[in-house]
């Protein structure tokens, strides 16, 4: 089973700063890795898949890098409503199998 | 507009069982692969179970196999999930997600939470 870490646990940014998430995965997900923003008392959002790909309607200071192990989350210019958990995922397409990181708290600093 | 509508959550004893139902509109369901997720009380996102779109094929994570059963009615736009031999370990709030324009979820219920306890 592939083991996803997020770091860190919480992150604390002023608002409109910029924001970066890291999330590291046991063994190669190739670029089969999504992100998710979840508010309080809310359902995941989708962010980004594919490692790169903007969910649709997702802002333009959202965007996503890496492959293989190491995974990158940014966030350019923080908005009130960014703070927020966000989780890593990695998705194998067969067998279907999908692992999350244990999650970043973004609070305001 | 896709929507995905959980019920069925509530209070259970351990060892007990619960059948949780989602149902989805706004897209054609026979057509779609559909997934449960679970989040335990302030804790993050497990991935539960996952059922192809004609029931085809079906897989648990671990920790559910032998008590979970995922399955789907299409008829009925229906996705359900069957919990047997419950435990404490199991309370959180369950979510059907739905992958319909990308390999992951997109799309996601509003969760119906199941609390096992005595």
């Known amino acids: 089973e592939t083991v996803m870490t997020q770091s860190p646990a919480t992150l604390s940014v002023s608002p409109g700063e910029r924001a970066t998430l890291s999330c590291r995965a046991s063994?190669?997900?190739?670029?089969?890795l999504a992100w998710f923003q979840q508010r309080p008392g809310q359902a995941p959002r989708l962010l980004i898949y594919?490692?790169?790909t903007r969910a649709t309607g997702i802002p333009a200071r959202f965007s996503g890098s890496g492959s293989g192990t190491e995974f990158t989350l940014t966030i350019s210019s923080l908005q009130s409503e960014d703070f927020a958990v966000y989780y890593c995922?990695?998705?194998?397409?067969?067998?279907?199998?999908?692992?999350f990181g244990q999650g970043t708290k973004l609070e305001i600093k | 507009e896709v929507q995905l509508v959980e019920s069925g959550g509530g209070l259970v004893k351990p060892g007990g069982s619960l059948r949780l139902s989602c149902v989805g509109s706004?897209?054609?369901?026979?057509?779609?692969?559909m997934n449960w997720v679970r989040q335990a009380p302030g804790k993050g996102l497990e991935w539960v179970s996952c059922?192809?779109?004609?029931?085809?094929?079906?897989f648990y994570a671990d920790s559910m196999k032998g008590r979970f059963t995922i399955s789907r009615d299409n008829a009925k736009n229906s996705l359900y999930l069957q919990m047997n031999s419950l435990r404490d370990e199991d309370t959180a709030v369950y979510y059907c997600?739905?992958?319909?324009?990308?390999?992951?979820?997109?799309?996601w219920g509003q969760g119906t939470l199941v609390t096992v306890s005595s």
């Open positions: 997600a739905l992958g319909f324009d990308s390999p992951s979820f997109d799309y």
């Open positions: 706004g897209y054609t369901f026979e057509s779609y692969t």
């Open positions: 059922i192809s779109s004609s029931s085809s094929y079906m």
């Open positions: 063994q190669s997900v190739s670029s089969n």
């Open positions: 594919g490692a790169s």
């Open positions: 995922q990695q998705y194998n397409k067969w067998p279907p199998m999908y692992t």
